[in-house]
């Protein structure tokens, strides 16, 4: 399993709604409202480091009130 963590930056206005479509795409474990720089950060899990690009590029970043995006890859898990 591949994880990938989206520093997301949406409209203020849209927060609560742009995280609710968000959580509901394909590949999208949760989604967290955050304080600092970013407004989101979105926990992305899937099998394949091609299917990073499918949820980020192609569904992601196209949800109405996204106005930027930051994504990192996780090399290891630590608990």
């Known amino acids: 399993m591949i994880t990938a963590i989206v520093f997301v930056k949406a409209d ?12 509901a795409l394909d ?4 989604v967290y409202s955050v304080t600092g720089q970013i407004d989101l950060i979105a926990m992305i ?4 480091h091609e299917d990073i690009a499918a949820v980020v590029a192609d569904s992601l970043n196209k949800v109405e009130g996204v106005t930027s995006t930051e ?7 630590f608990s």
């Open 27 to 30: 590949g999208v474990s949760e």
């Open 45 to 48: 899990r899937v099998s394949k």
């Open 71 to 77: 994504t990192h890859i996780a090399f290891r898990t």
């Open 12 to 23: 203020v206005a849209r927060i609560p709604e742009v995280a609710e479509v968000i959580a």
